[in-house]
Nanobody, 118 residues
Framework: QVPLVESGGGLVQVGGSLRLSCAAS????????VGWYRQAPGKQRELVAT???????TYSDSVKGRFTFSRDNSKSTVYLQMNSLKPEDTAVYYC????????????WGQGTQVTVSS
């Protein structure tokens, strides 16, 4: 499996914005579905958003209207633009390829930490 590298996290105040990136060494996002997940301390990993190979996007209710999932095939990178951040968005964010059932497939990367301070 092609490794994915997440970046762009950081410390931001409530209401702020961040853009996360997930980069691959090969052009895989136009032929694979991909998902963003997050895991807060003491909680299970949860799905944030998915994008099909055709570019259709779905969001969890908790981020709908605030987060935007986009893709740049020329850079083999997907992005998660996060606006109007809340303290409950604090988590480590991961991206991963999804299988035909839109479930996470393969290993997880190191993720990128997002911390929203109030």
């Amino acid at each position: 499996q092609v490794p994915l590298v997440e970046s762009g996290g950081g410390l931001v105040q409530v209401g702020g914005s961040l853009r996360l990136s997930c980069a691959a060494s090969e052009s895989i996002f136009s032929t694979n579905a991909v998902g963003w997940y997050r895991q807060a301390p003491g909680k299970q990993r949860e799905l944030v958003a998915t994008m099909t190979e055709g570019g259709s996007v779905t969001y969890s209710d908790s981020v709908k209207g605030r987060f935007t999932f986009s893709r740049d095939n020329s850079k083999s990178t997907v992005y998660l633009q996060m606006n109007s951040l809340k303290p409950e968005d604090t988590a480590v964010y991961y991206c991963t390829i999804l299988d035909a059932d839109m479930e996470a497939f393969g290993s997880w990367g190191q993720g990128t930490q997002v911390t929203v301070s109030s």
